[in-house]
């Protein structure tokens, strides 16, 4: 074997994350729907999060910096489509997804809780202890069963409401005595928002526990351990691992730059305006210039790059497939060696062999989406973009979006089966507790 294969073996003495080796209990479609769910609203949050951050600087940057000598027609055309995405994005997309996830995240969790207890029923299914994903359901960290470790985004929504309340009563009493009209809805509104946490935290306390819960405790299912630590490659894992190397280091280049050109934006975006609103400083000639080179160009450099590092991206998840394809043919085969230690390593840590197409086609679907949606509401949509143009644009993000689902969809079946499967051909000892 040549000395680059080599480079895929682990060192035996490197710590790694623990692999559980609990048991994936198999999951009605509605429970799958709403899983789907949960991945869907989280991650469109954060990508919301990261294009909100993004558009600020770079929509101030083109408008305030002058790095680009554009028409004052365009110019007011991307001032306008930033701001509006600015609320489509932050309101909608960021916070609004926010709060729907943490509601339908503690519903996943309830109803899964529930879901398990049907399981309780066969004794022998004790010694089967739920993985993780399916154990936190029904026991938090240190066994707690407190309302907030079972119901988090209830609990903290709840906390959010009752705070609200009073402050609303306070304007009420305030209208009141102005004599305003708002002041008896306001008043109603209050008594609500007190009212409801508070029923809605005492119903929620007398849920029994699950029969999970008591069935499997606080019980782990232990950790796996593989025959060989160091293991040794099949010249076919050993060539899709050199190459996922490469691929690793090309995109960890690209985001680097990506990032340092961003914060060279951020940096001469400052410079002339500290904030949305704020007065725009009067620079000499060659501030004006130094400014104007440092954002048009970094502005440039992040284009040209962060778009080859989500070709990259999606260049690594298709390795990281074919690796894992490769080991389960492997694993068929009694005479097969154990691989190394890190690629088996990286492979069990999976969530599902498809989970990174579902992230990437996902969040750029989102993000694309809610582009589309802020140039149709637009009245004087940027560079006078025909609205069949942004409805094409809608298509396709609504594509990624079915592209997304469909990654999560056809990978969420196997992968548990496929992880137990890899564990059981190439297990070294019983699982440690």
């Not at 097969?336 to 969530?351: E, G, I, K």
Request: aromatic residues 10%; proline residues 5%.
């Amino acid at each position: 074997m040549s000395k680059r294969p080599a480079q895929t073996q682990d060192n035996a003495a490197q710590p790694r994350t623990p692999i559980d080796r609990g048991h994936t209990y198999p999951t009605p479609l509605w429970l799958d729907l709403i899983r789907w769910l949960c991945h869907g609203l989280l991650f469109s949050a954060l990508a919301n999060a990261a294009t909100l951050l993004i558009s600020v600087v770079v929509g101030i940057a083109l408008i305030e910096t002058e790095a680009f000598d554009l028409p004052w027609r365009v110019r007011d055309g991307i001032d306008e489509f930033f701001r509006a995405f600015l609320g489509v994005s932050a309101l909608g997309g960021g916070f609004g997804l926010a709060i729907v996830y943490a509601v339908v995240r503690d519903i996943h969790a309830a109803l899964l809780r529930w879901h398990l207890g049907r399981f309780t029923e066969e004794k022998a299914n004790r010694a089967l202890v739920p993985v993780g994903w399916q154990r936190d359901s029904y026991v938090t960290k240190e066994g707690d069963g407190s309302l907030l470790g079972l119901f988090p985004g209830l609990t903290i929504l709840g906390f959010t409401i009752l705070v609200l309340g009073p402050i609303v009563g306070i304007t009420a009493i305030v209208g009141a005595f102005d004599g305003e009209s708002y002041a008896g809805p306001s008043a109603i509104a209050a008594v609500v928002l007190i009212i409801v946490p508070l029923v809605g935290a005492a119903l929620l306390r007398k849920v029994p526990e699950s029969r999970a819960a008591k069935f499997w405790g606080t019980d782990k299912a232990g950790t796996f351990v593989p025959a060989n630590k160091k293991g040794v490659a099949s010249p076919a894992v050993a060539r899709l691992a050199v190459l996922s190397i490469k691929v690793d280091r090309i995109t960890t280049a690209l985001a680097v730059t990506a990032v340092s050109t961003f914060g060279l934006t951020m940096v001469a975006t400052m410079i002339v305006q500290p904030c949305r609103y704020c007065d725009r400083r009067d620079l000499n000639r060659l501030g004006e210039s130094v400014v104007a080179f440092v954002a048009g160009s970094a502005g440039v450099i992040l284009a040209v790059t962060l778009i080859p590092c989500v070709v990259m991206l999606f260049v690594h998840a298709i390795l990281r497939y074919r690796l894992r394809t490769t080991l389960l043919a492997e694993a068929a085969d009694d005479n097969a060696t154990v691989p190394p230690w890190a690629l088996l390593h990286h492979v069990l840590l999976q969530q599902a062999p498809l989970f990174s197409f579902f992230l990437l086609f996902h969040m750029l679907g989102s993000v694309i989406v809610e582009i589309a949606w802020t140039g149709l509401i637009l009245e004087d949509p940027i560079l006078v973009v025909e609205e069949e143009t942004w409805f094409l644009v809608l298509r396709i993000g609504i594509a990624l979006l079915a592209c997304g689902a469909f990654a999560w969809w056809y990978g969420r079946g196997n992968a548990a089966r496929q992880k137990e499967e890899l564990m059981e051909r190439w297990a070294g000892t019983r699982p440690q507790r």
